[in-house]
């Protein structure tokens, strides 16, 4: 699919200042500046992130009144119950808080719990609720969900059951009537980092009992494995606390993390390996979110919440069969629904894709979404039945509002719900066609056309001979990676090839490439089809990411090609 490049730009002024005082190649220090970093300070903190960084928990709103009422439970002996989403924030927020409280409490007056994605829906549940009065809890701490569930926790308060919500989700007018809302985007609250997932906003509350009740700072860091995984998983900003956060979880993930995360990793047969953020994105929080898409989520607390090793690899193991489960059919949907789209004419001409099998599973229709957009890039809806429903999700693509289109759609609906970006909606199987249709209408009319071309942002060009060891160090040192900080892009001009790049697997570019006397390799994933363009011995504009190769136990620098086009001279 052709790509719009936009090369992103910045203050030359402050760019040649930064790289005065840093002494780092001037590329780099350009995308520094772009990235908000201006002065030596702002970037000592970003290349070395301290703990000591960490925002005070009790600037956050409501953060006293969390901790009076989980030490008043305390000294009752209440029954306190841990609640949260079946996602990974969700899970891992749980799992953090559940350990923590049993380290401190009555470990018999603490249970958890995770709605069943499909039999309750996503967050606080009315099941749950009443499972917490059938057993005498009075006390409910909800992780990663909650702030959007007011009549529910109105319904616990007459059943006698406090709530403590700790959530991230962007607050309605209603807030619920809980005993303390623990959530940074809160109109009024002052505390000075608003990005937390639901993960992070738990973790602050774990930091703000710890110090009340006097105990080691230290013990808190513990859990910065699974706080870690939450931020990468939750795609939120790799910026402030979050970069602190994920920084120092990485390195535990490294050196010691807890049976869970090793389980993990060592069935994905990483074990051997230094695991990154990446990791943490693509390869273990997938089966974390395989068991809530698959079966059930509880499972994944019961993996992270356990301390032997051998039964954690058990759990592991039933993740790992979810997650083979999830690829099955991810990859299954989504080639019978590649067929639907390019056996009809009318349906390859939209501005839209709409596409509805009764048959498929529901847990990978988002997924499957999110694949037919690399392949149509519009705004998609996948479609399956779930009981006398239609059930569906949506994903865009960026710049368009998809939540509005959907919204303006309502009449078809029986229920709707989601943001910007991604949504969820169910509706009677008689309305399947006419909510196409009007999908379709209502896109057509909003959408701009430069939004139905994906943008490729590339951070800076740059020449081959700058690829240096040196060089690839300092970027290196830029991880974590994540949204507001992703990998440096560039891109490079008038490369020319060298007469030995090839077609490997009959899909992958191995590039073997020049410019002037410098000379470098590179790969391009699903790129064979282009591969006459390299051939053809034009130069080429080539945009990349740059990362280690390492092969018989020599590491040498490559290119990972994400594009190339002929050389605009």
């Known amino acids: 699919m052709e790509k719009r490049w936009h090369i992103l730009e910045a203050p030359e002024g402050k760019a040649a200042q ?74 891992t927020a749980v799992s953090c808080m ?36 059938e057993n005498h809890i009075t006390l409910i701490i909800a992780l990663d969900c909650g702030i959007k569930s007011a009549d529910l926790i109105r319904y616990a308060k007459l059943k006698g059951i406090d709530f403590i919500v700790c959530d991230h989700h962007l607050p309605d007018e209603d807030l619920p009537p809980a005993v303390a809302i623990l959530n940074p985007k809160q109109k009024d609250c002052p505390y000075p980092y608003k990005e937390l997932c639901g993960c992070g906003v738990g973790f602050k509350l774990i930091c703000a009992l710890s110090r009340h009740l006097g ?41 010691n993390p807890s049976p869970g995360i090793k389980a993990l990793i060592e069935l994905s047969g990483l074990q051997k390996s230094e695991m990154h953020i990446n990791n943490l994105v693509f390869v273990i929080a997938p089966r974390i979110n395989a068991a809530g898409r698959m079966d059930d989520a509880r499972k994944a607390v019961q993996l992270f919440i356990e301390e032997d090793y051998t039964k954690a690899i058990e759990y592991a193991g039933m993740l790992h069969s979810d997650n083979d489960d999830r690829k099955e059919a991810d990859s299954s949907i989504t080639e019978q629904a590649l ?18 099998q009764p048959h498929w599973h529901k847990g990978v229709v988002g997924i499957v979404a999110s694949r037919l957009i690399e392949k149509y890039y519009r705004p998609t809806v996948v479609l399956t039945q779930s009981g006398e ?25 029986l229920g709707y719900g989601g943001h910007f970006a991604a949504a969820g ?19 057509t009319i909003q959408i701009e056309p430069a939004q139905l071309v994906p943008v490729l942002t590339i951070d800076a060009a740059i020449e081959l001979a700058d690829i240096k060891p040196v060089f690839y160090k300092i970027v290196s040192q830029m991880e974590p990676f994540g949204p507001e900080n992703l990998r440096p892009v560039f891109i490079c001009r008038n490369i020319t090839d060298t007469g030995y790049s090839r077609v490997v697997k009959e899909q992958h570019i191995k590039f073997s ?3 002037n006397n410098t000379t470098i390799s590179g790969i391009g994933f699903n790129m064979a089809d282009r591969f006459s363009l390299l051939q053809s011995k034009q130069p080429v504009d080539l945009v990349f990411t740059i990362n280690e190769n390492e092969w018989n136990g020599e590491k040498s620098l490559q290119l990972k090609i994400i594009d190339f086009r002929p050389a605009l001279n």
């Open 389 to 413: 429903i239609v059930a569906g999700s949506a994903r865009s693509v960026p710049g368009f509002n998809l939540y509005e289109a959907i919204h303006a759609c309502r009449q078809h609906l």
């Open 215 to 255: 105990l080691n700072e230290a013990d808190c860091f513990h859990y910065l494995d699974l706080v870690a995984t939450a931020i990468a998983a939750d795609i939120v900003p790799m910026t402030g606390e979050n970069r602190i956060l994920a920084y120092y979880g990485v390195k535990q993930v490294n050196e």
């Open 425 to 443: 909606m169910t509706m009677l199987p008689g309305e399947v066609e006419a909510f196409s249709r009007k999908f379709e209408e209502v896109v």
């Open 339 to 356: 067929s639907i789209i390019e056996n009809d004419e009318i349906l390859i001409q939209r501005k839209t894709t709409v596409v509805y």
């Open 98 to 133: 559940f350990r923590f409280l049993q380290k401190i409490y009555i470990p018999e007056n603490i249970r958890f719990y995770i709605p069943h994605r499909y039999r309750e829906g996503y967050g606080v549940s009315k099941e749950g609720i009443d499972f917490a009065g």
């Open 513 to 515: 490439v020049k410019q």
């Open 18 to 91: 930064l790289a005065d005082v840093l002494k780092i190649h001037p590329v780099l220090c350009k995308i520094l500046v772009q990235r908000g970093i201006e002065t030596y300070e702002a970037a000592k903190s970003y290349f070395r992130p301290q703990l000591s960084g960490l925002h005070d928990p009790f600037l956050m709103k409501d953060m006293y009144r969390a901790v009076q009422r989980i030490t008043a439970a305390f000294e009752k002996n209440e029954h306190i119950l841990v609640f949260g989403d079946y996602d990974v924030d969700g899970t």
